[in-house]
């Protein structure tokens, strides 16, 4: 079962990838990216990161509640393929938007307060995942713990450089702002939604 979950998980990293490769190659990339396709294209590598990185924050909910630990193998290639997806996001937007400008990279972030809140999501969640590699865990060895946790404030201001980017209320940013406050709501109140699950099983 576990095999088959890790393995749709590699899929759900990869598939995107393939098919972006088939349409660059053989199709119309405007009639999937309409009349922009750069920005677009970028959207693209930056929602299906925040796609990936909302599996593994319900996959840790779920694990919480139902205190399955064997789910948490799954934590691991999510979160890689959701960094990988995301550091396409930010590549494509300096090399496609700004041609490797890294003047006007950092003059963007400074200028644009929902890039300042995209990049820091991105260095939240590229912290926990350096900080896993085994030599670097054991030097940080109880303070790896702390330094993962930076890794909830990374997904809601991932889902809030969203949210902005967008410029206009449509339904599927509201439904990820929601996420994020759930997600939040989750960090403050998971005990005592657990201690209330387990009191109402025993009824």
Not at 26 to 50: N, Q, R, V, W
Not at 65 to 92: A, D, V
Not at 121 to 132: E, M, N, Q, Y
Request: glycine share 6%; charged share 10%; with cysteine.
């Amino acid at each position: 079962m576990f095999n088959v979950l890790r393995l749709t998980i590699h899929c759900a990293g990869l598939l995107p990838l393939l098919w972006l490769g088939y349409i660059l190659n053989y199709g119309d990339i405007s009639l999937i990216f309409g009349a922009d396709p750069i920005k677009e294209l970028i959207h693209f590598f930056g929602l299906t990161a925040l796609y990936l990185f909302t599996a593994l924050f319900s996959l840790r909910i779920i694990n919480r509640l139902y205190g399955n630990g064997r789910l948490l193998t799954l934590h691991k290639p999510l979160g890689l393929w959701g960094l990988f997806w995301l550091t396409l996001h930010i590549l494509s937007y300096l090399a496609l938007e700004l041609a490797f400008d890294y003047r006007l990279f950092l003059n963007e972030i400074i200028k644009r307060p929902y890039l300042i809140v995209g990049v820091l999501a991105f260095v939240f969640f590229l912290l926990p995942a350096t900080s896993s590699i085994p030599m670097l865990r054991r030097k940080l060895a109880k303070n790896w713990f702390i330094l993962h946790q930076l890794s909830n404030p990374a997904i809601v201001l991932a889902i809030i450089h969203y949210y902005w980017s967008t410029k206009g209320i449509a339904l599927q940013p509201l439904i990820f702002l929601v996420f994020a406050i759930m997600v939040l709501a989750w960090k403050f109140f998971s005990n005592q939604i657990i201690a209330y699950k387990n009191k109402t099983r025993r009824f």
